[in-house]
């Protein structure tokens, strides 16, 4: 373990250092005092000396300030639902809500008003007409979107709900199966529902292989669905819902081993979530690197983890991530986590490459008026949470055959007299320079030393995620992410792990013509070429920084990293991060 040191700063310019010793510290200030120095602090450069966990924790807290504001997230329970597989007659099952996913064509009904559907047919006979009754009264046509609830006596379950799957999705789809999960949760909190039976009115189009992707779609849905991140409120409600019953999709060992891959994704997108939501006086480098580090030693068995301190990034020669983070108090903290499968050979390397500014201000090109959204550039780190959300999904999933090297270079950018400037030249660990014409385009300049250190893994294929352009945003809206890449083989594969995962990405092109707005007339090149096109001129600077035999895709995230409408954070990507790992596993 290196020895940790403090670095004492005075007025004067002068610099002293100590011994880990409180002690030797404490000698030192008395033999200065008759300098007549009034201004002394204290940096520690390695907190991992302090070996109690609590007391790593204190003192993250004092380095970090983390304590401003006096908020502590409070220690939640995350959502527990058993899933199971019944083979009974739907209609004999007893409980709180039966719901019963409808498409457009399910909802039809004959010239008597009754519904063609045979489900639905019998459903509703079963309640004397109600169910066609309330469909036509509140124009319930199987629209997406769309939900009913009805309280019904004299059946087995207590309630009755129609959701509208639409159209409806096919059967690779699973979008539609989410969304069906979703409105489950949400009926589940309006009645305070301790368990709940999901069927479909009509299976048509799923084969035995689709029905176990659809129940773990429904699984995820109601999972993330029944989730609240309340740490910071001083008051909040529980979920009630315990258990939720599939009826006609499949069941046996394949069924229960994909529910319980699916709830092993919904806990990394939990973690993600809740790294986003966490303000930056809570979530620092240093914070951020704790979860890290949490994470390496919950699955010791497959992982290592590696926090590089500032001393540390310079000896790499990191001068573009340093740069960055050399305003901040707050010291910037390289992380490196490497999963190494429990057992057989390694077939495949790769790298997942997260952005982790726990805070952008925009330095001196400060981020100002209306739509700059300064007050949300806490999310600026969704690249870094969905990088250790599938982290710790893949340590409970352990894939064989693949090494995958989590990395985030965390920091914040801030304002102060020791910060980079406009006009500012920095030197990559690559030996490239780049002119700084604008300290806003922050996250590339931290990306470019994380992805040269990816190359120096030796993996084969790397996926950068960051929040990194408002271009991309501009493109796309706020539901899709923007991808780049020069490898098609690798945008195949990203695209298809996406579909699996319910998320959507699109594809841009890399113009190199482009670059031309890149070059500076002092340096290599600059960091911002302008508004016109901007997530393309971003994703080719990123372009500089990976070595030509490595595979490598990046994604803009700025869009789906959050929620406007629920005012939350989303946990992108870490569904689809996982499935692709998985699918360049021996698993």
């Known amino acids: 373990m290196a020895a940790a040191t403090a670095a004492i700063r005075v007025a004067a310019h002068s610099s002293l250092t100590?011994?880990?010793?409180?002690?030797?510290?404490?000698?030192?200030?008395?033999?200065?005092?008759?300098?007549?120095?009034?201004?002394?602090?204290i940096s520690i450069t390695n907190p991992s000396f302090f070996s109690s966990p609590t007391r790593n924790r204190r003192m993250a807290h004092v380095v970090a300030k983390a304590t401003l504001g006096l908020t502590h997230p409070a220690q939640i329970d995350h959502p527990k639902i058993s899933f199971a597989a019944k083979e009974t007659d739907l209609l004999e099952w007893k409980g709180d809500i039966l719901a019963v996913g409808v498409t457009e064509k399910d909802m039809a009904k004959d010239k008597n008003s009754k519904f063609q559907n045979l489900i639905l047919e019998k459903l509703d006979s079963k309640l004397g007409g109600l169910l066609s009754e309330v469909s036509s009264e509140e124009n319930f046509t199987g629209k997406s979107g769309q939900s009913t609830v009805i309280r019904v006596a004299g059946l087995g379950p207590k309630r009755v709900s129609l959701i509208g799957l639409g159209k409806g999705p096919t059967g690779s789809s699973t979008s539609g199966y989410l969304a069906l999960g979703e409105s489950v949760a949400s009926a589940a909190k309006a009645s305070q529902a301790n368990n709940v039976a999901v069927a479909l009115a009509s299976l048509e189009?799923?084969?035995?292989?689709?029905?176990v992707a659809t129940a773990s779609a429904i699984a995820k849905g109601t999972l993330l669905g029944t989730y609240e991140d309340n740490r910071f409120k001083s008051e909040s409600k529980k979920s009630s819902l315990k258990s939720v019953d599939f009826f006609g999709l499949g069941g046996g060992p394949e069924l229960e081993k994909k529910l319980k891959y699916t709830e092993d994704i919904c806990s990394g997108v939990i973690l993600g979530k809740e790294l986003v939501?966490?303000?930056?006086?809570?979530?620092?480098?240093?914070?951020?690197?704790?979860?890290?580090?949490?994470?390496?030693?919950?699955?010791?068995d497959v992982f290592t983890a590696k926090i590089l301190d500032t001393e540390q990034c310079k000896e790499l020669k990191m001068g573009s991530y340093l740069g960055v983070a050399a305003a901040s108090e707050n010291p910037p903290k390289f992380i490196h986590l490497c999963y190494k499968p429990p057992?057989?050979?390694?077939?495949?390397?790769l790298a997942l490459v997260g952005?982790?500014?726990?805070?952008?201000?925009g330095g001196y090109n400060i981020k100002t008026g209306p739509g700059c959204s300064i007050e949300l550039m806490k999310f600026d780190m969704g690249g870094s949470a969905a990088v250790l959300g599938a982290a710790k999904a893949l340590g409970q999933i352990k894939p064989l055959g693949v090494e995958v090297h989590f990395i985030v270079a965390a920091c914040e950018n801030m304002i102060s007299g020791t910060g980079m400037r406009p006009g500012d030249i920095l030197t990559a660990s690559n030996g490239k320079t780049i002119e700084v014409n604008n300290t806003d385009a922050e996250g590339r300049l931290t990306l470019a030393d994380a992805l040269v250190y990816a190359c120096n893994q030796g993996v084969d294929k790397i996926v950068d995620l960051a929040t990194l352009t408002g271009a991309c945003v501009v493109a796309l809206g706020p539901s899709i992410a923007g991808i780049f890449t020069p490898s098609d083989e690798l945008s195949k594969e990203v695209v298809a792990a996406s579909e699996v995962a319910g998320e959507k990405l699109w594809r841009l092109p890399m113009e190199e013509s482009y670059w031309d707005s890149m070059k500076s007339g002092v340096a290599d090149m600059v960091n911002t070429g302008g508004r016109q096109g901007g997530s393309i001129t971003a994703a080719l600077f990123l372009k500089q920084f990976v070595d030509e035999k490595v595979q490598w895709l990046h994604?803009?995230?700025?869009?789906?990293?959050?929620?406007?409408?629920?005012?939350?954070?989303?946990?992108?990507?870490i569904p689809?991060?996982?499935?692709?790992?998985?699918?360049?596993s021996a698993s």
């Open 18 to 41: 100590l011994l880990p010793s409180s002690s030797s510290i404490f000698t030192k200030f008395r033999s200065i005092s008759h300098l007549g120095i009034t201004s002394i602090s």
């Open 205 to 211: 189009g799923l084969t035995p292989e689709s029905k």
């Open 277 to 300: 939501n966490a303000p930056a006086n809570v979530l620092t480098p240093a914070v951020l690197a704790e979860e890290a580090e949490k994470i390496a030693a919950t699955y010791s």
């Open 343 to 349: 057992s057989g050979s390694v077939k495949t390397k």
């Open 355 to 361: 952005k982790g500014l726990t805070f952008d201000s």
């Open 555 to 573: 994604i803009d995230m700025a869009g789906p990293v959050w929620s406007d409408k629920k005012k939350a954070a989303t946990g992108f990507a």
């Open 576 to 584: 689809t991060l996982v499935e692709w790992v998985v699918s360049n």
